[in-house]
Nanobody, 124 residues
């Protein structure tokens, strides 16, 4: 499995931007499709964005499309989530995840490794 560590969360105001980072350990990072999920208390963890192994393909949840951008740097074993025009409803703990499968994944069950999460709070 891949070990993942997220960073970059914080408290911001509506309309601000944040960039989350997820550093991965292990030599197989470039072989893993990656994803970002988020979770608020009392709700299930939901899909946010995913990226293919090479980074050429991406996919987004409708709620973040046009505002968030997922990217990766395989040389640095890092995946990013650029979040612009943040809204209070984006408040959540954000998790990075790695899949051992092929192609972009949107289901939690398709991911094998998870980070500990980083909290994002957007005030109105």
């Amino acid at each position: 499995q891949v070990q993942l560590v997220e960073s970059g969360g914080g408290l911001v105001q509506a309309g601000d931007s944040l960039r989350l980072s997820c550093a991965a350990s292990g030599r197989s990072f470039s072989m893993n499709p990656m994803g970002w999920f988020r979770q608020v208390p009392g709700k299930e963890r939901e899909f946010v964005a995913a990226i293919s192994r090479s980074g050429t393909s991406t996919y987004y949840a409708d709620a973040v499309k046009g505002r968030f951008t997922i990217s990766r740097d395989n040389a640095k074993n890092t995946v990013y989530l650029q979040m612009n025009s943040l809204k209070p409803k984006d408040t959540a703990v954000y998790y990075c995840a790695a899949s051992s499968g092929l192609g972009i994944k949107t289901l939690r069950t398709n991911y094998d490794s998870w980070g500990q999460g980083t909290r994002v709070t957007v005030s109105s």
